[in-house]
């Protein structure tokens, strides 16, 4: 957090000419929060292993990221997190998931989260991660993913061709462009600043960042058994954004949970209920 919180001030300071780098720096550094007591406490119960994620964009070198899993049940359940999240921000799912027979809880560091080392990172990295986590552990039955980790889920489910017996969105991102939008707004960078910096992500990666649209991006079969959780006041991925989405893909079964939040929603006692119920029905 010290890193960001830096980043932030030299960014508010520098109105007059926001610097390119540190802009870049602002968007695709991942800020880490320690672990608490009871999150080391499942770690030490957990099995650990390491995989390799070639980072395309950054390094152009392989980068590890940390894995764990619960149980050793023939049913697969991978969870992806968030921005600036971990794995053990699922805490109070993997806990009650563990009381369900017959399954192996498998959670991961993305690059630059948690204990995974990398000093930027990104959504093809998140994506990447789990396609590795497919291909070289455990090909998952049950996807769960949480904000970013919900568009990662899908663009890695795409590119391997698989079909999973079932998919949880949980607050899913649906517009990344945007998301970037409304966290330069946040430290005051104004449209003309913006636009250099989608000029220059463009040219990095080399698409335009509104490429990210999962509204567009999204070819799932609709007979995929998708259930997805929302909190329709969620200010990190708006309604409005997730309403389209979902009037596109009317087979997604979407339930509204008020209040909860975008973070919160992940330690929600009623959608952890929700989701421990589609998966113990399977």
Known sequence: MKRLKQLVTDLKL??????AALMREFIFYSPKMPLRLHQEQLIAASKQ??????????????????????GNGKRK?????????????????????????????????????GSSISAFSNLMLY??????????????????????????????LQELGLSPELLISI?????????????LDSVNIGA?????????????????????????????????????????????SPYSFLKEFLDKNPA???????????YKILKSVEVIEAIVQKISAL
């Not at 520098?14 to 610097?19: I, L």
């Not at 607050?171 to 966290?183: C, D, G, M, V, Y």
């Open 14 to 19: 520098s109105q007059e000419a926001p610097d």
């Open 49 to 70: 292993f390491s995989l390799k994620v070639f980072d395309t964009y950054f390094t152009k070198a392989d980068v590890t990221i940390n894995c764990f899993s619960w």
């Open 77 to 113: 359940v991978l969870l992806t997190h968030g921005w600036a999240s971990k794995a053990l921000d699922f805490y109070e799912l993997i806990i009650e998931l563990q009381k369900v027979d017959d399954l192996e809880i498998i959670a991961f560091d993305a690059p630059g989260n």
């Open 127 to 156: 994506a990447d991660s789990v396609k590795a986590i497919a291909q070289n552990y455990a090909q998952p039955d049950v996807l769960i993913g949480h904000s970013l980790g919900g568009m990662a889920n899908v663009i890695a």
């Open 171 to 183: 607050a899913p991102l649906i517009r990344l462009k945007e998301n970037f939008e409304q966290s």
């Open 192 to 236: 003309k600043d913006q636009e250099i910096f989608f000029a220059n992500f463009e040219k990095e990666f080399p698409v335009p960042a509104s490429h990210f649209n999962l509204t567009e991006l999204y070819h799932l079969n609709p007979a995929t058994n998708h259930f997805l959780a929302f909190d329709p006041e969620d200010h990190i």
């Open 252 to 262: 997604i079964n979407a339930k509204s949970f008020d209040g909860v939040g975008h």
